[in-house]
């Protein structure tokens, strides 16, 4: 088993590049099979999460190569199977995009329930209302989730809470149905405006898309072109959280400082410094950062991503913070993890309280799921000593070289596997 074994107290000083955005690649991806030409998707992530889904798409007949490290050529046009494997769709959650990308090619969809990380009830049933509003029956027999409908006709979906997978899915399975499907309380997320982009460069026709209403008039075909996706919000806010957390000063390079102003704006109220540039931002501290509440909301509200990332900061903020998760029902399982490092955070459902102690201590820790393993990241380089991180798995699902990118800013990390010699001399 991998860890990563970190030395804390180094302050991280440079500039980082952030890479592509995971929430959009797994989406895009997904949408190419759409696609009846080939389609071109630049600034792909090189991220586990990616390789699963490319490994699906091949599964069902699509012909998927590399043009260069980050750029991705797929041709869709021989898949003929609407039927996905169960090994695979079992490794992330993003899987449930393929339900309506198969959909809305085939009419016809059969994807295994989909895996990825666990920390709260998720169910799809808004995904379904969409797809049962555009015609498709859907069921669920055998450990599988099957959609079909004889021809998919427009409609009016009105989604009784916000849900990004559920507006994505069902944007990908009205885009060539007939006639206008309209989403109203539709998310926002950066995420959801680049699906449509996409979609829109293969010749879709979405407007709204960064709006509560999308509207979608369907096409008789996409026919393919090249699309360049976002970068990572999630990813930026780590790295800043991380530059705040390191009293660092650090530059973000390559992100969209609009999709950032939430985690700014929490920032400069902690007493950190933020500066925006055209294409980046820079994160420095001197002086101690301040206690802060923190709720998430959908976009373009504090995202459910930085949640762990933030409560990783604040435990070792002098006073009492509130972090209040209005998205999901349990996603504080990480906080035990947390506790390993001195932190004090009492959890009451969906509140947490963190009494900030003044030096986190170096702990062997575990990455409960993918942004748990970012928050363990940013305690283990505040903490006094080393700290070991396991289940690395979780963490390679969606940032791209995490450990190769914070020893390019000082940090003293290296990733080992478990049954190799005590590693505290080498990172020192």
Same mark, same amino acid.
């Given at each position: ?43 792909? @992530?090189?991220?586990? /999460? ?14 998927? =190569? ?18 996905? #494997?169960?090994?695979?769709? /079992? ?54 989730? %099957? ?105 973000? =390079?390559?992100?969209? @400082? ?16 933020? %500066? ?21 909301? #959908? ?51 969906? +509140? ?52 190769? =990118? ?15 010699? /005590?590693? +505290?001399?080498?990172? +020192?």
């Amino acid at each position: 088993m991998e860890k990563f074994v970190i030395m804390g107290g180094k302050r991280l000083v440079g500039e980082v590049t952030i890479s592509g955005a995971k929430n959009a690649a797994v989406a895009v991806i997904p949408a190419a099979l759409l696609v009846e030409g080939v389609c071109r998707i630049e600034n792909v @992530p090189s991220i586990k /999460d990616v390789d699963v889904i490319v490994d699906i798409l091949k599964y069902l007949g699509a012909k998927v =190569k590399y043009t260069d490290s980050h750029s991705l050529e797929i041709n869709c046009e021989r898949v003929r199977s609407f039927s996905a #494997p169960y090994e695979l769709t /079992d490794r992330m959650r993003a899987s449930y995009y393929l339900i309506g990308a198969l959909l809305g090619r085939f009419n016809h969809a059969e994807v295994p329930p989909p895996g990825g990380c666990n920390f709260g009830c998720r169910p799809i049933d808004m995904h379904i209302k969409g797809f049962e509003a555009l015609g498709a029956k859907v069921s669920f027999d055998r450990g599988v989730i %099957e959609a079909h409908a004889t021809k998919l006709q427009a409609a009016q979906v009105f989604m009784d809470i916000v849900s990004v997978g559920a507006t994505i899915n069902i944007m990908l399975a009205a885009v060539r149905a007939e006639g206008t499907t309209v989403i109203e309380n539709a998310a926002k997320e950066p995420h959801v405006v680049d699906v449509a982009n996409f979609l829109n460069a293969m010749g879709a026709d979405v407007k709204g898309a960064g709006t509560d209403i999308i509207k979608i008039r369907g096409v008789g075909k996409l026919s393919g072109g090249t699309y360049t996706i976002i970068p990572d919000q999630i990813e930026a806010g780590t790295f800043m959280i991380a530059a705040a957390a390191t009293a660092g000063d650090v530059l973000v =390079k390559n992100v969209i @400082p609009k999709h950032m102003e939430s985690i700014t704006a929490k920032l400069i109220e902690m007493n950190a410094r933020v %500066e925006e540039f055209d294409d980046s931002i820079r994160v420095s501290r001197e002086g101690e950062l301040q206690k802060a509440n923190v709720k998430t909301l #959908p976009y373009p509200g504090f995202p459910t991503d930085l949640q762990p990332q933030i409560v990783a900061l604040l435990s070792a903020v002098p006073g009492t913070s509130v972090i209040t998760e209005s998205v999901w029902d349990n996603r504080f399982q990480y906080v035990s993890e947390l506790r390993r490092f001195g932190a004090q955070i009492n959890v009451d459902g969906r +509140v947490a309280v963190i009494e900030g102690v003044e030096q986190l201590t170096g702990a062997p820790v575990r990455a409960t799921d993918l942004r748990a393993g970012a928050s363990m990241v940013i305690a283990a380089l505040m903490a006094q000593g080393v700290t070991e991180i396991y289940d690395l798995r979780h963490i390679d699902r969606g940032y791209e070289d995490l450990e190769d =990118k914070l020893r390019r800013l000082g940090a003293q990390i290296v990733r080992k596997n478990d049954d190799t010699a /005590d590693m +505290v001399g080498e990172v +020192v």
